[in-house]
């Protein structure tokens, strides 16, 4: 059976006997790791925070930009957060704590947009985030209306 994935990001995939019949038309997390921390090098981040769902592909792909990190920029800190939680004021507030330069961001869309606005919120839009493929989509800087009434 053959697939064609255009999502399918893994490094793992890589080097499996039946690759021959897999194809991806997305580059490989370990490029997009690689990618990510030479850009925070080029960008002369010194002490970086590396911010990743905890799942395969959040974590994956912080473990890539962390090693590809290593004798150039300083990781202050590898924060994993579940991305269905809804809040992350604890994980950010941690990062404000830290003062990096910049943090890897590795999200998706719908928990990004909560990041991003929390993030603001406690100043961090500041400083320089670097964001994975994940995060793209639609609405990620739109205010969100409140649903309550005035009063």
Same mark, same amino acid.
């Given at each position: ?28 997390? *370990? #490029?997009? =790791? %690689? ?11 010194? +002490?970086?925070?590396? !911010? /990743? ?14 090693? *590809? #990190?290593? =004798? %150039? ?11 269905? +939680?809804?809040?992350? !004021? /604890? ?61």
């Amino acid at each position: 059976m053959l697939l064609i994935s255009p999502s399918a990001t893994s490094p793992t995939l890589t080097g499996q006997p039946w690759r021959n019949y897999v194809f991806r038309t997305a580059p490989s997390d *370990a #490029l997009q =790791g %690689k990618v990510m921390a030479q850009l925070a090098v080029e960008e002369g981040l010194k +002490k970086v925070v590396i !911010l /990743t769902m905890d799942n395969p592909y959040g974590v994956g792909l912080g473990e890539v930009a962390k090693q *590809a #990190l290593a =004798g %150039k920029a300083e990781v202050l800190a590898f924060i994993k957060y579940d991305p269905n +939680k809804g809040d992350y !004021l /604890t994980e950010l507030t941690q990062i404000k704590n830290l003062r990096p330069d910049g943090v890897l961001h590795m999200g998706y869309n719908d928990d990004g947009r909560i990041v991003y606005q929390q993030a603001a919120s406690l100043g961090l839009d500041k400083m320089r985030w670097i964001a994975c493929d994940g995060l793209y989509g639609t609405g990620m800087f739109k205010k969100e209306r409140s649903t309550s009434s005035p009063g």
